[in-house]
């Protein structure tokens, strides 16, 4: 099955761009996700991109996936103390009905 | 009103005691997921359904039971507590681009 892969903590210092990364290993993946969890929420749906896709763009989000090396990133510009949460990326496989997550980057934001 | 609500939010129960979970969403999604959240796992998906009549078993499902009672409702079931069940169970709707839609968590301790 699909094993998704991400560091567990990234500290930056506010208004720094903060790039949290993500590799997965099944090479039919089709959409995949990336989510954010603030302390004592569920999680919310930031953002995603279909495979057939090498960049999107959302205000200060940018996603990048390099299919060949199965790797998908998150870049947060500008990062405010309000972007502090965990992180989770998710993807689905093809022919999948559940996307599967990865354990989550903790985002810390320091002064 | 929140999309996906779960009640109740905090649960603290003793081993061997019977615990339902329940989600109601008014977001009109078919599809319906339960899910754990234990430190440094991520999420683990215990049941999913895909309709009313549709009940399917996730990775981790010994010991879990649902109850798909309506599109509206799914609610997670534990015959007989034990503690390595302690955790945050959240529940979700999703689309079918499988997008994700988390309620707030239920925090169930078992003594």
């Known amino acids: 099955g699909e094993d998704v892969e991400q560091s567990l903590f990234l500290s930056v210092r506010e208004g720094d761009s903060s790039v949290i990364n993500c590799t997965y290993t099944?090479?039919?993946?089709?959409?995949l996700y990336w989510y954010k969890q603030e302390p004592g929420a569920g999680l919310q749906l930031l953002t995603y991109?279909?495979?057939?896709?090498d960049m999107k763009q959302d205000q200060r989000l940018t996603v990048l996936l390099n299919k060949k090396d199965k790797h998908l990133s998150l870049r947060i510009a500008d990062t405010q103390t309000g972007d502090s949460a965990i992180y989770f990326c998710?993807?689905?496989?093809?022919?999948?009905?559940?996307?599967?997550f990865g354990r989550g980057t903790s985002l810390i934001v320091h002064p | 009103d929140a999309d996906v609500t779960q009640t109740p939010r905090n649960r603290i129960t003793k081993t061997g005691k019977r615990i339902m979970l329940e989600c109601s969403q008014t977001?009109?999604?078919?599809?319906m997921y339960w899910y754990r959240q234990d430190p440094g796992l991520g999420l683990r998906l215990i049941y999913y359904?895909?309709?009313?009549?549709?009940?399917n078993k996730g990775e981790i499902s010994d010991g879990y039971s649902v109850s798909r009672q309506a599109q509206a409702k799914f609610s997670l079931s534990l015959e007989s507590a034990i503690p390595n069940q302690t955790a945050l169970y959240f529940c979700?709707?999703?689309?079918?681009?499988?997008?994700?839609?988390f309620g707030p968590g239920t925090r169930l301790t078992v003594l």
């Open positions: 099944d090479s039919s993946s089709t959409y």
């Open positions: 991109i279909f495979s057939n896709m």
């Open positions: 359904s895909f309709d009313v009549k549709d009940i």
């Open positions: 998710a993807v689905l496989s093809g022919g999948s009905y559940i996307p599967t």
């Open positions: 979700a709707t999703g689309t079918e681009l499988n997008e994700q839609f």
């Open positions: 977001k009109g999604h078919d599809r």
